[in-house]
């Protein structure tokens, strides 16, 4: 395999460098006695290595994305290519079967057609994986020899190395911020796309949602996508019942833990609610729809409720909120244990009581944080899938009633996306549309708590 | 063990410590320290840092109760009173037995609200009439009301150092204390603010039983009656200010007053 042999390359003359620098550094501070030098050994030995390693995983990275073109197009030059079909898919095919067998991934051809691509393809891989080999080599050898060559007594390796490994470590940083662009230059891309056939006035204010994946592409009928009873039954799901839920219980137990709690209770009471935080939403769904919506659904008909349905917003409600106590709690914890101890002790020393202190100093003192708290989880909240995918139902339904079934836009997303329609269709870019929005609203959900939550911090600071 | 003074002449007690001991842990902080309280003078503790002066004053309104390692043994009595019974509520004790700290801690509320809160917990002022009085007088008694009568609904915190001092003095007078305790109540002050804080302890005197700790001697000098001299946990010597700071009995006392360690 290609890739591994140029990475073993890279750190194989990487060592030997690190070795011949390192040994060529004490020899200076052999030479050179009581003088000292710029930098120690290892960093002259760091210095050399980083110079091997770097532009040759750089050009390992560039070649295992070029090599395969590179071996397309040398294969399509062949006299053999003019006889490839001229249709696309049939072409693909063909190259692909070849290729598999000539890198050793299939045993014989499917498709005799096939067969004749299957010796210029492993030439043509052979080669260009010795020519990579080679460049690399040659890479790493200049480099390194490079960087060999100005070591002296005196040459600072210790600032060029650390500079080196700041822009590691700046890249790294920049790897989840770039995704992040990423993610939303495409969901843009496409969203752009859905608002050419549907119009977004209808989109976003519409109060039917019934895409019909069968329809005439051409043509869409706007009415059918609107999204309010999609956005109703997040919100209804997400930022109203699972929030009665979460925030009581969550402020409760944070205040609990931080001013009741003897510390050995503390100790364990607090890991297990973060573990809470842990559980896979797909466990929490399965909660949600085998016992708790029937159990809602036995209850609201014993109490003669009989149009209560087996999937309803409620269950879906109830188990996310139980799902976001940690979230809330963690929050609420920290921002309390944030505030000072001295404005606790000024209350107490007041003559006010635990409570009085915790209702009327802390927790006003906490709100910013707990408030920011709430917007993360109720961020969190709107864009949970699996609860409502498993519990909350399907149907589009523009309804105050807790007890009847809602959907939510990430369930519309993963309906749109998993059905059968071709990904030219309305109905399918609908997702990218619900996408976009729900995108936009946790991010300015999150935004806003951010700064709620640094501003507070510089209060105290 | 613990010296005192001649020339120190037993009036009546408002506080009484009798054989007090603080452990944290199994470390004893405090050892069998006795000494009387008069109600109506100014009270200094000194002592270099780590004596436990600090540690001592909070016993006397039951604050090191909010931490939990800590015990104390001994009487400690509020009128004649031990306040270490089950007996005595601590919520009013400290409401009669204030507090100032070393750092400003007003409440992240209005001034204004700063003052009211421990007259509204303790049902002191019910209609917003008394509660504008109490308010009123609380804040002119600590010397502030000129300086704060137009922004009473800004922020506590907004205020500055010295002022947020006088405004935690405010707040505790608001509840009509017997004894105010003063831990190192300048320690985070520049020379003026100070100077007006002793001024405003002056002012108080009479009116209050307080109890300053102090790290320095010009201050308990300038505003103390009597003094105590802490060292390692125990009450060295005890007397009258003047007595100790110019006919000090005790080496270490004398030691300490002029400068030679702490």
Same mark, same amino acid.
């Given at each position: 395999?290609?890739?591994?042999?140029?990475?073993?390359?890279?750190?194989?003359?990487?060592?030997?460098?690190?070795?011949?620098?390192?040994?060529?550094?004490?020899?200076?501070?052999?030479?050179?006695?009581?003088?000292?030098?710029?930098?120690?050994?290892?960093?002259?030995?760091?210095?050399?290595?980083?110079?091997?390693?770097?532009?040759?995983?750089?050009?390992? =990275?560039?070649?295992?994305?070029?090599?395969?073109?590179?071996?397309?197009?040398?294969?399509?030059?062949?006299?053999?290519?003019?006889?490839?079909?001229?249709?696309?898919?049939?072409?693909?095919?063909?190259?692909?079967?070849?290729?598999?067998?000539?890198?050793?991934?299939?045993?014989?051809?499917?498709?005799?057609?096939?067969?004749?691509?299957?010796?210029?393809?492993?030439?043509?891989?052979?080669?260009?994986?010795?020519?990579?080999?080679?460049?690399?080599?040659?890479?790493?050898?200049?480099?390194?020899?490079?960087?060999?060559?100005?070591?002296?007594?005196?040459?600072?390796?210790?600032?060029?190395?650390?500079?080196?490994?700041?822009?590691?470590?700046?890249?790294?940083?920049?790897?989840?911020?770039?995704?992040?662009?990423?993610?939303?230059?495409?969901?843009?891309?496409?969203?752009?796309?859905?608002?050419?056939?549907?119009?977004?006035?209808?989109?976003?204010?519409?109060?039917?949602?019934?895409?019909?994946?069968?329809?005439?592409?051409?043509?869409?009928?706007?009415?059918?996508?609107?999204?309010?009873?999609?956005?109703?039954?997040?919100?209804?799901?997400?930022?109203?019942?699972?929030?009665?839920?979460?925030?009581?219980?969550?402020?409760?137990?944070?205040?609990?833990?931080?001013?009741?709690?003897?510390?050995?209770?503390?100790?364990?009471?607090?890991?297990?609610?973060?573990?809470?935080?842990?559980?896979?939403?797909?466990?929490?769904?399965?909660?949600?729809?085998?016992?708790?919506?029937?159990?809602?659904?036995?209850?609201?008909?014993?109490?003669?409720?009989?149009?209560?349905?087996?999937?309803?917003?409620?269950?879906?409600?109830?188990?996310?909120?139980?799902?976001?106590?940690?979230?809330?709690?963690?929050?609420?914890?920290?921002?309390?244990?944030?505030?000072?101890?001295?404005?606790?002790?000024?209350?107490?020393?007041?003559?006010?009581?635990?409570?009085?202190?915790?209702?009327?100093? =802390?927790?006003?003192?906490? =709100?910013?944080?707990?408030?920011?708290?709430?917007?993360?989880?109720?961020?969190?909240?709107?864009?949970?899938?699996?609860?409502?995918?498993?519990?909350?139902?399907?149907?589009?339904?523009?309804?105050?009633?807790? =007890?009847?079934?809602?959907?939510?836009?990430?369930?519309?997303?993963?309906?749109?996306?998993?059905?059968?329609?071709?990904?030219?269709?309305?109905?399918?870019?609908?997702?990218?549309?619900?996408?976009?929005?729900?995108?936009?609203?946790?991010?300015?959900?999150?935004?806003?708590?951010?700064?709620?939550?640094?501003?507070?911090?510089?209060?105290?600071? | 063990?613990?010296?005192?003074?001649?020339?120190?002449?037993?009036?009546?007690?408002?506080?009484?410590?009798?054989?007090?001991?603080?452990?944290?842990?199994?470390?004893?902080?405090?050892?069998?320290?006795?000494?009387?309280?008069?109600?109506?003078?100014?009270?200094?503790?000194?002592?270099?840092?780590?004596?436990?002066?600090?540690?001592?004053?909070?016993?006397?309104?039951?604050?090191?109760?909010?931490?939990?390692?800590?015990?104390?043994?001994?009487?400690?009595?509020?009128?004649?009173?031990?306040?270490?019974?089950?007996?005595?509520?601590?919520?009013?004790?400290?409401?009669?037995?204030?507090?100032? #700290?070393?750092?400003?801690?007003? #409440?992240?509320?209005?001034?204004?609200?700063?003052?009211?809160?421990?007259?509204?917990?303790?049902?002191?002022?019910?209609?917003?009439?008394?509660?504008?009085?109490?308010?009123?007088?609380?804040?002119?008694?600590?010397?502030?009301?000129?300086?704060?009568?137009?922004?009473?609904?800004?922020?506590?915190?907004?205020?500055?150092?010295?002022?947020?001092?006088?405004?935690?003095?405010?707040?505790?007078?608001?509840?009509?204390?017997?004894?105010?305790?003063?831990?190192?109540?300048?320690?985070?002050?520049?020379?003026?603010?100070?100077?007006?804080?002793?001024?405003?302890?002056?002012?108080?005197?009479?009116?209050?039983?307080?109890?300053?700790?102090?790290?320095?001697?010009?201050?308990?000098?300038?505003?103390?009656?009597?003094?105590?001299? #802490?060292?390692?946990?125990?009450?060295?010597?005890?007397?009258?200010?003047?007595?100790?700071?110019?006919?000090?009995?005790?080496?270490?006392?004398?030691?300490?007053?002029?400068?030679?360690?702490?």
């Amino acid at each position: 395999m290609s890739p591994i042999t140029l990475f073993l390359i890279a750190f194989g003359l990487g060592l030997a460098g690190w070795l011949a620098a390192r040994a060529k550094a004490w020899s200076f501070q052999q030479e050179s006695g009581a003088k000292r030098m710029a930098a120690r050994p290892n960093y002259h030995a760091w210095y050399v290595a980083l110079w091997i390693v770097i532009p040759t995983l750089a050009f390992a =990275l560039i070649w295992t994305l070029a090599a395969p073109q590179l071996v397309i197009q040398s294969v399509l030059a062949s006299e053999a290519a003019s006889r490839l079909p001229e249709f696309g898919f049939q072409r693909e095919s063909i190259l692909s079967e070849a290729r598999a067998v000539a890198s050793g991934n299939a045993g014989s051809v499917f498709n005799p057609a096939a067969q004749e691509f299957v010796e210029p393809f492993r030439e043509a891989i052979n080669r260009y994986h010795l020519i990579g080999i080679a460049v690399a080599v040659v890479i790493a050898f200049g480099c390194g020899v490079a960087s060999f060559l100005r070591l002296r007594p005196d040459f600072t390796a210790r600032t060029r190395v650390e500079r080196t490994v700041m822009a590691i470590l700046l890249l790294a940083s920049l790897v989840a911020i770039l995704t992040t662009f990423g993610i939303f230059a495409s969901l843009v891309f496409e969203t752009f796309r859905f608002f050419g056939m549907v119009n977004p006035i209808d989109f976003l204010f519409g109060t039917f949602w019934g895409p019909d994946p069968m329809s005439n592409p051409d043509n869409p009928d706007g009415s059918r996508y609107g999204a309010i009873p999609l956005f109703w039954g997040t919100i209804y799901i997400g930022a109203v019942i699972a929030m009665i839920v979460a925030i009581p219980l969550g402020l409760m137990s944070a205040i609990y833990l931080t001013q009741y709690a003897h510390p050995k209770v503390r100790a364990w009471v607090k890991p297990t609610l973060e573990i809470l935080a842990g559980v896979p939403t797909v466990v929490y769904g399965y909660f949600a729809a085998l016992t708790v919506a029937p159990a809602i659904r036995d209850m609201a008909y014993s109490v003669g409720f009989t149009s209560a349905s087996s999937e309803s917003a409620l269950a879906a409600g109830l188990v996310m909120g139980v799902m976001i106590i940690p979230f809330v709690s963690s929050m609420a914890d920290d921002s309390i244990a944030a505030v000072p101890s001295a404005m606790r002790d000024g209350s107490l020393a007041m003559g006010a009581t635990t409570s009085e202190t915790i209702r009327k100093v =802390l927790v006003p003192a906490a =709100l910013p944080g707990i408030v920011a708290g709430v917007m993360l989880a109720i961020s969190r909240a709107i864009g949970e899938t699996m609860i409502v995918v498993m519990a909350a139902g399907a149907a589009a339904n523009l309804t105050g009633n807790p =007890l009847e079934a809602m959907t939510t836009v990430t369930f519309q997303i993963v309906a749109m996306l998993t059905g059968e329609g071709s990904f030219d269709h309305p109905a399918t870019l609908s997702a990218f549309a619900l996408g976009f929005v729900l995108f936009m609203v946790t991010l300015g959900l999150n935004f806003v708590a951010l700064r709620v939550v640094k501003r507070f911090r510089e209060a105290y600071e | 063990m613990t010296v005192i003074h001649p020339n120190l002449k037993q009036t009546e007690a408002k506080m009484r410590a009798s054989d007090v001991s603080v452990y944290y842990g199994d470390k004893k902080a405090i050892d069998e320290v006795s000494i009387d309280i008069p109600s109506e003078y100014v009270t200094a503790f000194i002592g270099p840092s780590g004596c436990g002066k600090s540690t001592f004053l909070r016993t006397l309104n039951r604050m090191n109760d909010t931490i939990p390692s800590a015990r104390v043994e001994g009487l400690i009595e509020l009128d004649g009173e031990n306040i270490y019974t089950s007996a005595m509520d601590v919520v009013q004790l400290r409401a009669r037995v204030g507090m100032v #700290f070393q750092k400003p801690n007003p #409440f992240p509320k209005s001034i204004y609200d700063n003052i009211a809160y421990g007259p509204r917990i303790h049902g002191l002022a019910e209609t917003k009439d008394e509660v504008d009085e109490v308010v009123e007088r609380s804040l002119r008694r600590a010397g502030l009301w000129e300086e704060v009568k137009d922004r009473l609904s800004d922020s506590g915190t907004a205020l500055s150092g010295g002022q947020q001092q006088r405004l935690c003095i405010a707040r505790a007078i608001a509840v009509d204390p017997e004894v105010i305790l003063m831990d190192e109540p300048c320690s985070a002050l520049d020379p003026i603010a100070t100077a007006k804080i002793e001024e405003l302890i002056d002012d108080l005197n009479g009116r209050y039983a307080i109890v300053i700790v102090t790290h320095s001697m010009q201050q308990a000098a300038r505003v103390s009656q009597r003094t105590a001299f #802490f060292h390692l946990g125990k009450m060295v010597e005890y007397g009258k200010t003047s007595d100790i700071f110019t006919n000090p009995i005790e080496q270490r006392t004398q030691d300490y007053i002029t400068g030679r360690y702490g």
